[in-house]
């Protein structure tokens, strides 16, 4: 690490602690003996989404999460029960140590959770990702709903 006073690029960490996502390191030139403070942050690969028509995206957790919340809106869906569908997204596309995931499979992530959490807002959601063009599309969700809570 170059010292920013004399340009050295000898230094020895004197304390080292982590802060949210970085880590902090008091650092002492070995030439001046003058101490200075550098972070260190993991850098996280870039993931990106394909979209149906082929077209790249960058992965937006805030995205994802928006999408979630117009789908439980006024429903009794918690906070933490939408993150932890996000992060295990998040979790699903780190695990697959590829740097693309089609926006198919996150939003049938999306939907598997939604799924055993509430009805209606899973039926909210699929009527986004499965563009739904009619009424009949809707009757086809809502009875696999139903076969699968009479099973």
């Known amino acids: 690490m170059k010292c920013p006073f004399c340009g050295n690029e000898d230094s020895k960490v004197i304390d080292s602690r982590p802060i949210e996502d970085k880590k902090r390191r008091r650092r002492e030139c070995q030439k001046c003996h003058k101490r200075f403070t550098t972070y260190e942050i993991m850098e996280k690969p870039l993931r990106i989404v394909v979209k149906r028509d082929g077209s790249f995206e960058p992965f937006d957790r805030n995205k994802l999460l928006a999408g979630i919340y117009h789908a439980v809106k006024k429903r009794p869906v918690s906070i933490a029960q939408v993150n932890s569908i996000a992060d295990e997204v998040e979790e699903r596309y780190a695990a697959s140590w590829s740097s693309q995931m089609t926006s198919d499979k996150i939003g049938s992530i999306v939907l598997e959770r939604l799924r055993h959490l509430d009805a209606i807002a899973y039926i909210r959601f699929a009527s986004v990702y ?20 009479q099973e």
């Open 130 to 149: 499965q563009d739904f063009k009619d009424v009949a599309g809707f009757i086809a969700a809502i009875s696999a709903l139903n076969d699968d809570e």
